[in-house]
């Protein structure tokens, strides 16, 4: 299985902020990259897929990069509604795997 | 409005079965394909299955082949995962997703782009 590690695992920021958050597969996928929000008690929220491609709907401030095996999330400006858990998943191959998550926590 | 909203889940036994649905409104269910993914309380999210349109391809996690059975009914625009020889750590929120979109690259995944609200299933004695 396609092992898929985020990091920071956690860290805090202030609304305004510039924030990047790295996922990195063990193997090649390609651009076959999605990434999610989550809120508390709430079901993920798709933000990008295809690595760089913003989902509709999903505010600008949010971008992704990256291919092969390092990725990046980067949030431009940081709102008070984005505080919250990031997960990246590779749906390359079967089976699909996630990273195990960023909270992005208000310092 | 496309919509997955999720039921039977509850308080099940170890060892004992559950049965999760998945009602799917709003959009032709029988393009996407369909997924489970379950999340244990305060982890990360964790890919438990996936089921092509027409239920040709059907995919499993390892910690649950053999165990679980998804299955599609088109006709009825429903979802369903059968949890058998259920055990402590299948305890999670369990959600439906639809793949993004409908046509999907052979043996690739997608990403998830309609989740339902979740059903918490509790595996405990």
């Known amino acids: 299985a396609i092992r898929m590690t985020q990091s920071p695992s956690s860290f805090s920021a202030s609304t305004g902020d510039r924030v990047t958050i790295t996922c990195r597969a063990s193997q090649g996928i390609s651009s076959y990259l999605a990434w999610y929000q989550q809120k508390p008690g709430k079901a993920p929220k798709l933000l990008i897929y295809?690595?760089?491609t913003l989902q509709s709907g999903v505010p600008s401030r949010f971008s992704g990069s990256g291919s092969g095996t390092d990725f990046t999330l980067t949030i431009s400006c940081l709102q008070s509604e984005d505080f919250a858990t990031y997960y990246c998943q590779q749906y390359y191959s079967y089976p699909l795997t996630f990273g195990q998550g960023t909270k992005v926590e208000i310092k | 409005e496309v919509q997955l909203v999720e039921s039977g889940g509850g308080l099940v036994k170890p060892g004992g079965s559950l049965r999760l649905s998945c009602a799917a409104s709003?959009?032709?269910?029988?393009?996407?394909?369909m997924n489970w993914v379950r999340q244990a309380p305060g982890k990360g999210l964790e890919w438990v299955s996936s089921i092509s349109s027409s239920s040709s391809y059907i995919y499993y996690a390892d910690s649950v082949k053999g165990r679980f059975t998804i299955s599609r009914d088109n006709a009825k625009n429903s979802l369903y995962l059968q949890m058998n020889s259920l055990r402590a750590e299948d305890t999670a929120v369990y959600y439906c997703?639809?793949?993004?979109?409908?046509?999907?690259?052979?043996?690739?995944?997608?990403?998830?782009?309609?989740w339902g609200q979740g059903t918490m299933v509790t595996v405990s004695s």
């Open positions: 709003g959009f032709t269910f029988s393009s996407y394909s």
């Open positions: 997703a639809r793949d993004r979109h409908p046509i999907a690259a052979a043996g690739r995944g997608d990403a998830f782009d309609i």
């Open positions: 295809a690595a760089s």
